[in-house]
């Protein structure tokens, strides 16, 4: 038998855990079971527990579970047939609601709030969650499929050790890593394509700084070249999409070395403060224009695949040059970064932790990479984009690898 305050407590949870899911049921234009319903299906939850344990008999508890599944039953009927709105959602959170109940009766307080604060969520998210389903297409939703099977299957099987000769090469960590960098790029891509491009091109650059920085900056100098009046816009998108991908850079580092990211944080900031001051006091007329979403779904089998085997070269080839010095590594990363620095960052983050490098050296390989990444915009504009936009973003991004390399270099210095 529970204490009598203890009893008060178990039930003033219980309440509460049932009465959270009730409330948003209550919001509905329709209420077939409110909030008080919701609390008093919790509390049976929990009484019955009290009750089971009292009479030293588990087949009430299983009795009044069959109740509560008759009432659910009742709930579905009345919902369905006589207010002719279909759908089961309500019964199933009557039934998970009396469930929380029996975990408070069982003093799992922690496990009956936390399942409620969850239960909730996925209730209140309704509207964000169908136009989510809505926006992603056939092969999408395969694609997340098999990103699962990576991420459920794969990811807890595979060796957490090295398995390469030179001991560079951790499966579990490069599985790890593709998973942190294609959901990022997966969410941005999501966003981009929910918010529309059309909507403004900065828009189009901070969202696709999560996905692909390069491509992003590619299609916003096409959109310039067509149509010369959006030729500022696309300069802060630009801009825009070099300090997102600094940010995805420093979250990437995070997710695998603190120490690396203790030493890249103060640089990359900098360079995004840079970045983001020069775009605030810029003035443009933006007029929008359709355009099509500027970079491919990363949430993908054969993305995931090219980002791996360039981590796994990049690494190879940065343990190689480390024998010649720093130089090395940081010539390395300048040249990656052209490429990729995200695969950079995680690549020299990786061998940081791995003990390969030293966390200071990794972490200014990655300042160097976003440096290069940076400046290698000027080049892809000048090949993508029209002169005018050439000589105007040729100021921003310079101004922002010169703050990466000089805080850098004091930091070194200090």
Request: hydrophobic fraction near 55%; include cysteine.
């Given at each position: 038998?529970?204490?009598?305050?203890?009893?008060?407590?178990?039930?003033?949870?219980?309440?509460?855990?049932?009465?959270?899911?009730?409330?948003?049921?209550?919001?509905?234009?329709?209420?077939?079971?409110?909030?008080?319903?919701?609390?008093?299906?919790?509390?049976?939850?929990?009484?019955?527990?009290?009750?089971?344990?009292?009479?030293?008999?588990?087949?009430?508890?299983?009795?009044?579970?069959?109740?509560?599944?008759?009432?659910?039953?009742?709930?579905?009927?009345?919902?369905?047939?006589?207010?002719?709105?279909?759908?089961?959602?309500?019964?199933?959170?009557?039934?998970?609601?009396?469930?929380?109940?029996?975990?408070?009766?069982?003093?799992?307080?922690?496990?009956?709030?936390?399942?409620?604060?969850?239960?909730?969520?996925?209730?209140?998210?309704?509207?964000?969650?169908?136009?989510?389903?809505?926006?992603?297409?056939?092969?999408?939703?395969?694609?997340?499929?098999?990103?699962?099977?990576?991420?459920?299957?794969?990811?807890?099987?595979?060796?957490?050790?090295?398995?390469?000769?030179?001991?560079?090469?951790?499966?579990?960590?490069?599985?790890?890593?593709?998973?942190?960098?294609?959901?990022?790029?997966?969410?941005?891509?999501?966003?981009?394509?929910?918010?529309?491009?059309?909507?403004?091109?900065?828009?189009?650059?901070?969202?696709?700084?999560?996905?692909?920085?390069?491509?992003?900056?590619?299609?916003?100098?096409?959109?310039?070249?067509?149509?010369?009046?959006?030729?500022?816009?696309?300069?802060?998108?630009?801009?825009?999409?070099?300090?997102?991908?600094?940010?995805?850079?420093?979250?990437?580092?995070?997710?695998?070395?603190?120490?690396?990211?203790?030493?890249?944080?103060?640089?990359?900031?900098?360079?995004?403060?840079?970045?983001?001051?020069?775009?605030?006091?810029?003035?443009?007329?933006?007029?929008?224009?359709?355009?099509?979403?500027?970079?491919?779904?990363?949430?993908?089998?054969?993305?995931?695949?090219?980002?791996?085997?360039?981590?796994?070269?990049?690494?190879?080839?940065?343990?190689?040059?480390?024998?010649?010095?720093?130089?090395?590594?940081?010539?390395?990363?300048?040249?990656?970064?052209?490429?990729?620095?995200?695969?950079?960052?995680?690549?020299?983050?990786?061998?940081?932790?791995?003990?390969?490098?030293?966390?200071?050296?990794?972490?200014?390989?990655?300042?160097?990479?976003?440096?290069?990444?940076?400046?290698?915009?000027?080049?892809?504009?000048?090949?993508?984009?029209?002169?005018?936009?050439?000589?105007?973003?040729?100021?921003?991004?310079?101004?922002?690898a010169v703050v990466g390399i000089v805080v850098l270099v004091l930091q070194s210095a200090i």
């Amino acid at each position: 038998m529970v204490l009598q305050a203890e009893f008060i407590k178990m039930l003033i949870i219980a309440a509460l855990v049932g009465g959270l899911v009730g409330i948003e049921r209550e919001m509905k234009e329709k209420v077939v079971a409110g909030m008080r319903t919701f609390m008093l299906a919790s509390i049976l939850g929990a009484l019955s527990v009290v009750i089971s344990d009292a009479l030293e008999e588990e087949l009430f508890l299983i009795i009044a579970f069959f109740g509560i599944l008759l009432v659910t039953l009742l709930l579905g009927i009345i919902k369905n047939i006589n207010l002719w709105d279909i759908g089961v959602t309500t019964p199933v959170a009557f039934l998970l609601t009396f469930l929380l109940g029996v975990l408070a009766g069982m003093q799992m307080y922690f496990e009956a709030v936390a399942g409620s604060v969850i239960i909730t969520g996925i209730l209140v998210t309704k509207k964000y969650s169908t136009s989510f389903s809505k926006t992603l297409t056939h092969s999408e939703i395969i694609n997340a499929l098999e990103f699962g099977i990576i991420a459920f299957v794969l990811y807890p099987v595979v060796p957490d050790y090295p398995v390469d000769p030179f001991g560079l090469i951790n499966p579990r960590m490069l599985v790890l890593i593709v998973i942190v960098v294609t959901s990022i790029g997966f969410a941005g891509f999501l966003a981009l394509r929910q918010v529309g491009v059309e909507k403004g091109l900065p828009i189009v650059g901070a969202l696709g700084g999560l996905v692909n920085s390069e491509a992003t900056t590619s299609a916003l100098a096409i959109k310039a070249k067509k149509y010369e009046e959006l030729v500022q816009s696309a300069k802060t998108a630009i801009v825009y999409t070099n300090c997102v991908m600094l940010a995805r850079n420093l979250v990437i580092a995070g997710v695998i070395s603190i120490e690396v990211l203790r030493f890249m944080v103060l640089p990359q900031v900098l360079m995004i403060a840079a970045g983001l001051l020069y775009s605030a006091t810029a003035k443009y007329k933006e007029k929008p224009k359709e355009m099509e979403t500027p970079v491919e779904s990363p949430f993908a089998i054969l993305p995931a695949i090219r980002f791996a085997l360039l981590f796994t070269a990049i690494s190879i080839i940065v343990d190689t040059f480390k024998d010649y010095g720093v130089g090395g590594v940081y010539i390395t990363a300048m040249l990656g970064g052209l490429v990729s620095s995200a695969a950079v960052t995680a690549s020299l983050a990786s061998l940081g932790a791995l003990g390969s490098l030293d966390a200071y050296t990794a972490a200014s390989g990655c300042v160097i990479a976003a440096v290069g990444s940076t400046l290698g915009k000027i080049l892809i504009v000048r090949i993508s984009g029209t002169k005018d936009l050439l000589k105007i973003i040729g100021f921003p991004s310079t101004l922002m690898a010169v703050v990466g390399i000089v805080v850098l270099v004091l930091q070194s210095a200090i």
